[in-house]
């Protein structure tokens, strides 16, 4: 299954064409690999997907055309869930440590 399709069951993504984007612009990648839409997944691939702040690191259980959305989980396990903090925050980080000197 192509990896955008794959987002967009799993419900990762809620649409196909947000998925193909994502994809297509680098912040996608299987097995380590950036991904573009076209990539082929497999069960027992891992899935790394960058949202803004948040990194996201899935491996695949299951592939099937449809899922009802109670059984979406089935599909994939969580192996990372991280928020990085944003630039701003780092910067006023360094001042505090500035300030102490």
Do not use: H
């Not at 959305?69 to 869930?81: G, I, R, T, W």
């Amino acid at each position: 299954m192509r990896v955008d399709k794959f987002l967009k069951v799993s419900r990762l993504i809620k649409r196909r064409t947000l998925a193909k984007e994502i994809c297509d612009s680098g912040r996608v990648e299987v097995n380590e690999r950036k991904a573009k839409a076209s990539t082929e997944v497999n069960v027992g691939d891992s899935l790394t997907i960058r949202f803004g702040q948040r990194t996201l690191t899935v491996k695949i259980d299951k592939i099937v055309e449809q899922i009802r959305k109670e059984n979406v989980l089935e599909l994939y396990s969580v192996l990372q869930d991280e928020k990085r903090q944003g630039s701003r925050d780092m910067q006023y980080e360094d001042d505090k440590d500035d300030l102490d000197d």
